[in-house]
């Protein structure tokens, strides 16, 4: 069953009201506007702020549709949205390691970071809306599209797996190559500019640069996200709230990782495990469905492995400064 029926357009008016009012909260009240270097501690707050919220709105989704639809869809909407939310929050990891890459090539300083990703948050929010109905569009009325999507996941994971180590050559980027040959850019930072005026001529800074490989890298890594949620339901409203949550929070877990980047080197091996079990799920899904309950099991599993695979392997990188004391 799917909650188009149930789903008015009250209820999605209302959750991207909410949506907004959370980055406005933090941009306008909270100083998500303001210069500054993002604490462990606060990028921790967030996280545990917006996994909170997440969890709230699958017991409220619960809650609700235990009332008017019945226990059992209530059971299985909620498993939906907290697979997809794990799903996407995982793969949006891989975000993660890439916006490490692009701040360091362009040494943007740590207070300039926080105001980039949320305009980075901002565009992804739009991106994923736009993909998902065009995902949702194509499922209901082709279904054999779900087969290609499988398909495309399994390559893919494979390929992440072939090529975890290897290092990206950001330099070389076509995009990047396209705005230095077409663009007036500064050498400096001016502070959270994106652009300033020198002589009346419009210059864009390093930032606008940094800005632009974000919101690219989004388009590429919702190239396999979206069709990554659809492994586990075709309910347009599952699919979106779970995607942006778990974009609501990728800013906060970038802070929190960005220290511990060295730490998780096996993560992108648990990542592509999950993008090839995703994409088999649908492949088979008309010879067995995997229950969700289990899906959701073994996208934990995979993920918490790879993390704890991760720590104990760089444990000496810890303990080697310290024996050194």
């Avoid at 909407?77 to 090539?105: H, P, Q, R, W």
């Avoid at 943007?108 to 992804?124: C, D, F, H, M, S």
Wanted: aromatic residues 14%; proline residues 2%; hydrophobic residues 60%.
């Amino acid at each position: 069953m799917e909650l188009t029926g149930l789903v008015t357009p009250a209820f999605w008016a209302g959750f991207i009201a909410f949506v907004l009012a959370m980055l406005a909260l933090d941009l306008f009240v909270l100083g998500g506007g303001k210069s500054h270097k993002v604490s462990a501690r606060e990028a921790l707050g967030w996280t545990g702020v917006w996994v909170s919220l997440s969890l709230s709105f699958c017991a409220l989704l619960w809650w609700w549709l235990d009332g008017v639809a019945g226990r059992e869809v209530a059971d299985t909407k909620a498993l939906e949205f907290l697979t997809g939310y794990l799903i996407e929050l995982s793969l949006s990891v891989d975000n993660i390691f890439v916006f490490i890459m692009i701040f360091t090539f362009f040494a943007v300083p740590a207070e300039y970071q926080r105001r980039v990703l949320i305009y980075g948050v901002l565009g992804a929010i739009v991106l994923r809306a736009v993909m998902i109905l065009g995902g949702a569009l194509l499922v209901a009325k082709f279904h054999w599209i779900l087969y290609v999507f499988g398909l495309f996941l399994v390559i893919t994971g494979f390929k992440m797996l072939i090529f975890a180590d290897k290092e990206a050559d950001l330099a070389a980027n076509p995009v990047l190559k396209w705005m230095r040959g077409h663009l007036r850019i500064t050498h400096e930072y001016h502070q959270e500019r994106f652009t300033v005026m020198k002589d009346g001529v419009r210059w864009f800074t390093p930032l606008f640069l940094v800005l632009m490989l974000i919101e690219t890298s989004d388009v590429i890594f919702a190239v396999d996200s979206i069709p990554a949620i659809f492994s586990v339901t075709t309910d347009p409203f599952i699919v979106f709230t779970s995607n942006i949550f778990a974009i609501m929070g990728l800013r906060s877990l970038y802070f929190l990782m960005a220290d511990l980047n060295g730490r998780f080197h096996l993560l992108k091996y648990g990542l592509a495990l999950v993008l090839v079990f995703v994409g088999t799920k649908m492949l088979i899904a008309d010879f067995y469905k995997v229950p969700i309950g289990l899906a959701l099991g073994l996208v934990a599993l995979i993920i918490t492995t790879s993390v704890v695979a991760s720590l104990w392997a760089t444990r000496k990188r810890i303990a080697e400064p310290e024996s050194n004391l």
